[in-house]
């Protein structure tokens, strides 16, 4: 088992940035790439950012050059960056730690891990 540990949302005016942490603990080593995920209400939940074990990083459109992902030395805990924050990044964001691509080919079994959320909101 994996558990993940959000925090750092909170009440911020558009504009402003809000630094989210994830600490991941118990069995992490299998755990290769780790992401944030945001859900709206009323919409589909969305993928924003991702991070390898190698530190290689992707991004979602939507936040791309706003929302740096990153992760301490010890690799357990991972960061989003968010700045120039606008109203409709309003939403509650999720820590998410998988041993490998949910779309890469591989033999082996796709397993994931989610964290319990954190709200941000950002107000006009």
């Known amino acids: 088992q994996v558990q993940l540990v959000e925090s750092g949302g909170g009440l911020v005016q558009a504009g402003g940035s809000l630094r989210l942490s994830c600490a991941a603990s118990?069995?992490?080593?299998?755990?290769?790439?780790m992401a944030w995920y945001r859900q709206a209400p009323g919409k589909q939940r969305e993928l924003v950012a991702t991070?390898?074990?190698?530190?290689?990083?992707n991004y979602s459109d939507s936040v791309k050059g706003r929302f740096p992902i990153s992760r301490d030395n010890a690799k357990t805990t991972v960061y989003l960056q968010m700045n120039s924050l606008k109203p409709e990044d309003t939403a509650v964001y999720y820590c998410?730690?998988?041993?490998?691509?949910?779309?890469?080919?591989?033999?082996?079994?796709?397993?994931?891990?989610w964290g319990q959320g954190t709200q941000v909101t950002v107000s006009s």
């Open positions: 118990g069995n992490i080593n299998s755990i290769n790439v």
């Open positions: 991070i390898t074990s190698g530190s290689s990083t």
């Open positions: 998410n730690a998988a041993n490998r691509y949910s779309g890469s080919y591989s033999t082996i079994r796709f397993r994931e891990y």
